[in-house]
């Protein structure tokens, strides 16, 4: 039996992650959970951010991954190393790859990030960058009323124009010239997020590094699928089903066109 790769988040902004992985690795088969019951993570204190994760962790183990993604830049902060202290597989994280990514990009040597509260308060971002560029410069703010408009399917509406405008306007003064979507939701927004910024700033979406992070563990571990056939991927919400597939479908799109999916709503915690 093809062991898939494990892929967690609060909600759908893991999928900005599983998007990637299927591009970059057709022969992988992927099981999702996204906790769409308790999003968003970022409010919530890290103590409990740490117990949700546990739980996906333990649902998803039953199984028997071969690496474990945490698609959630809120979990990557605070539960990381928990994960890694209870499971025996490789686990990946999304904020390193970004911070590598950000810090190959930029030019000024000013790196905005954008994430949620419980992100932005754990620093995480401005120690990984500090360690790969000790002078870069990190402007950091919270975007606590993006989630909520991702899990809604809110993209491109006037409402969504206006919160990402008014949310920004501290990143105006700054002379950033990259600027990391340190939530895994915000790839959903980054056309908006773009328009606001201007074409000067480049966003960067660690989906795109983290996804070649998976296939380098996998092949230097010798894992990668070897399978013809197409994997039959999973998807496991805890909240509302219907709204959680149809964002899934949407923005997945062909990735999913021509595979078979299996989706659930199992109760966890
Ligand atoms: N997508 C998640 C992240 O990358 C969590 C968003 C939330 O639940 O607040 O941080």
Same mark, same amino acid.
């Given at each position: 039996?093809?062991?898939?790769?494990?892929?967690?988040?609060?909600?759908?902004?893991?999928?900005?992650?599983?998007?990637?992985?299927?591009?970059?690795?057709?022969?992988?088969?992927?099981?999702?959970?996204?906790?769409?019951?308790?999003?968003?993570y970022g409010p919530r204190p890290a103590e409990e951010v740490v117990r949700f994760t546990r739980e996906m962790v333990d649902y998803l183990i039953q199984f028997r991954p071969k690496m474990i993604v945490a698609a959630c830049n809120t979990s990557t902060a605070v539960a990381l190393d928990d994960i890694? &202290?209870?499971?025996?597989?490789?686990?990946?994280?999304?904020?390193?790859?970004?911070?590598?990514?950000?810090?190959?990009?930029?030019? &000024?040597?000013?790196?905005?990030?954008?994430?949620?509260?419980?992100?932005?308060? &754990?620093?995480?971002?401005?120690?990984?960058?500090?360690?790969?560029?000790?002078?870069?410069?990190?402007?950091?703010l919270a975007c606590p009323r993006f989630v909520p408009l991702v899990e809604q399917g809110n993209f491109r509406s006037e409402e969504t124009l206006e919160t990402v405008r008014s949310s920004l306007v501290p990143l105006m003064e700054t002379r950033l010239d990259t600027l990391i979507l340190g939530c895994t939701h915000y790839p959903f927004l980054s056309?908006?997020?773009?328009?606001?910024?201007?074409?000067?700033?480049?966003?960067i979406n660690s989906a795109d590094e983290t996804a070649r992070e998976i296939s380098t563990i996998l092949h230097d571990r010798g894992r990668l699928a070897r399978n013809d056939e197409l994997p039959v991927h999973q998807f496991f919400c805890s909240g509302d089903p219907l709204m959680f597939k149809k964002i899934a479908q949407q923005w997945l799109g062909e990735q999913i066109a021509l595979t078979p999916v299996v989706w659930q709503v199992p109760k966890i915690g």
């Open positions: 039996m093809q062991q898939p790769i494990a892929i967690f988040d609060s909600g759908v902004g893991g999928l900005t992650v599983v998007k990637e992985v299927m591009r970059q690795l057709p022969r992988e088969k992927v099981i999702y959970f996204g906790d769409t019951a308790r999003t968003p890694r &202290s209870r499971v025996a597989v490789p686990v990946v994280g999304v904020i390193h790859p970004g911070a590598r990514a950000a810090n190959g990009r930029t030019q &000024s040597g000013i790196v905005g990030v954008i994430g949620t509260e419980g992100t932005i308060h &754990s620093g995480a971002y401005e120690q990984a960058l500090k360690q790969l560029s000790p002078n870069i410069e990190v402007v950091s056309e908006t997020i773009s328009e606001i910024m201007g074409s000067s700033v480049a966003l």
